[in-house]
């Protein structure tokens, strides 16, 4: 049984730029804890699961909540809601899959606080936008006490509910590279009431045709089938290059399954992953066309 | 941490001196006397603490009462002026999209929310907007249609 009851006691920290904020964390190293929209971070702490000494919440930080494209990428700032990926006109575009993703993802009023950020932070399995965003191909700009680095999206998740994130590193920006013409991308969220539930298993394609109906160029991530979000790099390989027909669709959906170490329900998932896979890479197929 | 927090709620400034781990359920409830917001979960789940806040639809109990300072608060106690109801008041009214009325006050604040944003939406479009708010006693049926009503009679 778990209970949950009001906020514990904390210090409430208001830095006033992301450097600030990063050197609060290094100087208050496990006291710590960076808050953005608060709908993970909140819930935990009023069940005891995590009881910072000093909250930081990024909200007071001005200019972090873009969606822009710049220099043929697209970029997202740490304070960018799930809402904002909604509604942005950006997104609607080339980068559709992530709006079908937020269509999927809670419910209203948790769109309008949870950040996409804060999503790909607390690093659980069944995050919605991280197989999404690993599809297009992300990055994240890292930026701490020693400075900035860049990482792959598939790399930044270490395990459930953990990140790479060093002493007093935070996210400073979500960064996915324009998709080439022709592409389609598609995410499906297989959950009970499909409304804010986790997934049991999530699938995202993204897919680009070379003008014909031979695939240039695919990534396939799954999510809540590993202890990470991970890319199915064998159903990849099996596509790439290749004329797509129904058959060779078939045989990279099998070859997904490869990817999936689930951590429960294994059968079940294993299943799902392939049936999905085949799913999503055939709605992508239509839309790349 | 005591401190001092501005709240400007249905239009009112309030100045209220609190804990800065209260979330803005909590204050709207316990130093506003406002009770129409309800706590059911307080995490997230029921979507029974519903408020606008800059219009938008949020879970008051998932908000630190500090973070809402300078934002414009609506409750549910703001939605009728000069004595007379909102457009989805009356139109639930009408429906009768109530039992025993726990959850309305957020139902309501959800529907409000959709219509600020989309004055005219689907029926999946109203189903969608009040997913997170759990209803223990009708069929969400009624929710929608008046949803639907409430739109139609804005025209
Ligand atoms: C009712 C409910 C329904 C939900 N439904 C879904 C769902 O359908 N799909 C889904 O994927 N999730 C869901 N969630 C989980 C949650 O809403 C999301 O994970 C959300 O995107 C988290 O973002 P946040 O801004 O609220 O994060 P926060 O709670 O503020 O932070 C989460 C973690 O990320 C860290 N963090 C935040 N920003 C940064 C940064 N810039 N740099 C470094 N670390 C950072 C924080 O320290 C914290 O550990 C749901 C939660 C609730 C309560
Ligand atoms: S009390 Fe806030 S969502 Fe249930
Ligand atoms: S009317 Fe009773 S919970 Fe909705």
Redesign the interface.
Same mark, same amino acid.
């Given at each position: 049984m778990i209970f !949950?009851r009001? $906020?514990?006691?904390?210090?409430?920290v208001a830095p006033r730029t992301l450097w600030e904020a990063s050197s609060v964390l290094a100087e208050r190293k496990s006291e710590a804890v960076l808050m953005a929209g608060?709908?993970d971070l $909140?819930?935990k702490m009023?069940k005891r699961e995590a009881t910072p000494r000093y909250l930081v #919440?990024l909200?007071n930080v001005p200019g972090l909540a873009y969606i822009k494209e710049d220099k043929g990428a697209l970029k997202i700032g740490p304070m960018a809601t799930i809402?904002d990926v909604e #509604?942005s006109p950006v997104i609607a575009g080339k980068y559709a899959i992530l709006r079908d993703t937020s $269509?999927v993802f809670? #419910?209203?009023? !948790?769109r309008? $606080?949870a950040t996409v950020t804060g999503n790909l932070c607390n690093a659980a399995p069944s995050a919605d936008m991280a197989s999404p965003l690993i599809a297009l191909g992300a990055t994240l700009s890292l930026s701490g006490p020693q400075g900035g680095r860049t990482i792959p999206l598939e790399k930044f998740f270490t395990g459930p509910f953990t990140n790479s994130l060093g002493e007093g590193e935070l996210v400073a920006e979500i960064q996915a590279p324009q998709p080439q013409p022709h592409t389609g991308g598609v995410y499906i969220k297989h959950s009970i009431r499909n409304?804010?539930d986790h997934a049991i298993v999530g699938v995202a394609v993204v897919l680009t045709l070379d003008g014909s109906d031979v695939c240039k160029d695919v990534r396939i991530a799954l999510g809540a089938c590993a202890p990470t979000p991970v890319r199915a790099a064998e159903a990849e390989k099996a596509l790439k290059g290749n004329k797509l027909t129904k058959a060779a669709i078939d045989k990279a959906a099998k070859a997904a399954v490869s990817a999936a170490q689930p951590r429960s329900d294994p059968e079940y998932k294993r299943e799902m992953v392939q049936v999905l896979t085949a799913r999503a890479l055939n709605q992508a197929w239509q839309i790349a066309r | 941490m005591k401190q001092i927090i501005n709240l400007k709620v249905n239009g009112v400034a309030h100045q209220v001196e609190t804990d800065t781990r209260r979330t803005l359920l909590e204050v709207i409830r316990e130093h506003l006397g406002l009770m129409g917001t309800k706590k059911g979960c307080d995490e997230g789940d029921c979507g029974a603490c519903t408020v606008l806040l800059d219009g938008k639809p949020v879970n008051s109990c998932l908000v630190l009462a500090i973070e809402a300072q300078d934002k414009p608060i609506t409750t549910i106690e703001g939605l009728a002026s000069n004595g007379k109801l909102d457009p989805i008041q009356e139109a639930f009214v009408a429906n009768g999209a109530f039992q025993c009325g726990f959850c309305t006050p957020g139902m309501v604040m959800a529907a409000k929310g959709l219509l600020n944003e989309n004055p005219h939406p689907t029926q999946e479009e109203a189903t969608r907007a009040i997913a997170g708010n759990l209803c223990r006693c009708t069929g969400y049926l009624r929710f929608v249609e008046g949803i639907q009503q409430a739109a139609k009679a804005k025209v």
């Open positions: !949950i009001r $906020l514990p006691q904390f210090d409430y608060g709908t $909140l819930p009023k #919440s909200k809402h #509604s $269509l809670a #419910s209203a009023q !948790i309008n $606080l409304a804010m | -």
